[in-house]
């Protein structure tokens, strides 16, 4: 089922049956965000988007993260195919004005660029907060600007 015109469910993870908050939090990252990067750079990939608790442990997700969908709370891992990691990045953070929670641009452990992570929040006000960091559980995240 599309949540919105270029996303369906299966590729935010919230295909079957889902808790409609779930549900609710996947459709406003693909308004909110993932459409605005689709009509700027073209098909957007999606590496993760909702995890299951379990999911997340495996993962080696944070106990806290956005892509566990709790209350307003939704993320995304992705690139865009029009672009590279790093524009992308540079694009959200300082030329965007998307109402992000808060952006990673993550580095494998060879020090390249593997995806940004976008987080929303729908029920708070924007922080609009940028780092760059690892994949994974990292425990290491530098601040950038935003705009």
């Keep these: 089922m599309q949540l919105t015109e270029h996303f369906a469910d299966r590729e935010l993870g919230v295909a079957g049956e889902i808790d409609p ?7 406003f990252l693909c308004k909110e965000v993932l459409e605005p990067i689709h009509a700027k750079f073209g098909a957007v990939r999606i590496h ?5 608790p379990g999911h997340n ?10 892509h566990l969908f709790v ?10 195919q029009g672009t590279t990691i790093q524009i992308l990045f540079d694009w959200l953070r300082l030329e965007s004005d998307l109402p992000f929670d808060k952006v990673i641009l993550e580095k494998n452990a060879a020090e390249v660029p593997a995806c940004v992570h976008i987080q929303i929040d729908r029920l708070n006000k924007p922080r ?6 690892h994949t994974g559980n990292s425990l290491r995240y530098d601040q950038v600007e935003v705009r």
């Excluded at 908050?21 to 459709?27: E, G, M, T």
């Excluded at 080696?60 to 956005?66: D, E, H, I, M, P």
């Excluded at 609009?128 to 960091?133: E, H, P």
């Design 21 to 27: 908050r779930i549900y609710a939090n996947a459709v």
């Design 57 to 66: 442990a495996r993962v080696g997700g944070k106990t806290a993260s956005f």
């Design 48 to 52: 993760d988007g909702y995890r299951d």
């Design 128 to 133: 609009r907060q940028a780092f760059i960091g």
């Design 71 to 80: 209350g307003g709370d939704a993320a995304a891992d992705v690139d865009a």
